[in-house]
């Protein structure tokens, strides 16, 4: 039986979205700027096309210009870099992504350092990773940031607070550390090869699950009173649905969990919602910095 608050991610992000709309009205009203997303998909991977629709949508709604550029898996390295040095001269365009993973022939790293940093709304670029670790103003990546509004709305201040993040990606484990690290945490970043995790997580009141392991931090794992926010999101078989059917897990065992944590983000429905609107957040952010003008507490 669940006795923890669980956290709704989903109705959170709407109320973000609604919010970054309120924002981009304002801006357009008062200083003829309408924020603009450009999302460079490379290849037909069926997930990430349906991620990148998704993406486009929301863009759209929140009064935003949305543009998408797909590009055939066997688009030359040199290509893909000479769309994005275009899109980086262009001042219309405000926010540059590129969906990630790129075909093999592609060096990523070289890709998301061709970004101009002020309209990499990913926060992938190595300058908005030493912005985010010297506490200077940075396009932060959407997963952890969102992680963080989440906790924030449940906790409050968030000074003292002992943290874990097991998980050391760039994209999640390390700026979610640096980003509770600001936040006046004592944090441990720790990942599945770390001596005496789970006494380690124990410690915690916040526990951050980055790791890609279905179900790996077990309810025993869990201080009580912890708040747990689950980002993994894995694929599992669910023969109680029937044969071959399946079922989205967290890194957490959720029903475990649920029995010790003050609160939780459940998978699906608590972090993943958070990504799309943090990205529609940081497209604003990056307009109103390139345009000079302050932009609004979102």
């Keep these: 039986m669940s006795s923890a608050e669980i956290i709704d991610g989903k109705a959170y992000a709407a109320a973000l979205r609604a919010r970054v709309a309120d924002a981009v009205a304002t801006l357009k009203a008062s200083h003829g700027l309408t924020p603009a997303l450009t999302v460079i998909i490379v290849g037909d991977d069926p997930a990430s096309h349906v991620y990148v629709r998704n993406k486009g949508t929301q863009t759209e709604e929140a009064g935003m210009v949305s543009a998408t550029h797909r590009l055939p898996a066997e688009t030359p390295e040199a290509v893909l870099l000479a769309l994005i040095e275009k899109l980086n001269a262009d001042k219309a365009c405000h926010g540059i992504l590129v969906q990630l993973p790129l075909p093999k022939h592609i060096d990523e790293s070289k890709v998301l350092a061709a970004i101009q940093p002020d309209k990499d709304v990913d926060g992938f670029h190595v300058i908005n990773v030493g912005r985010l670790w010297t506490g200077q103003d940075a396009l932060v990546p959407c997963t ?61 009141d916040i526990v951050v699950a980055a790791v890609g392991r279905p179900e790996m931090v077990k309810g025993d794992w869990i201080k009580q009173g912890a708040v747990v926010i689950d980002v993994g999101i894995n694929r599992v078989p669910a023969p109680e649905k029937g044969d071959g059917k399946s079922k989205l897990v967290g890194d957490v065992n959720f029903e475990e969990a649920a029995k010790v944590a003050g609160a939780i983000t459940p998978v699906p429905g608590g972090v993943g919602p958070m990504t799309i609107a943090c990205l529609l957040r940081n497209t604003v952010v990056a307009a109103c910095r390139q345009n000079g003008i302050d932009a609004p507490e979102l």
């Design 144 to 204: 952890p940031f969102g992680c963080l509004m989440l906790l924030k709305a449940r906790v409050g201040d968030l000074w003292g607070k002992r943290a874990i993040v097991i998980g050391r990606s760039n994209i999640v484990g390390k700026p979610m550390a640096a980003l509770l690290l600001a936040e006046s945490c004592t944090v441990t970043i720790a990942h599945s090869r770390t001596k005496d995790l789970p006494e380690r997580c124990r410690e915690a």
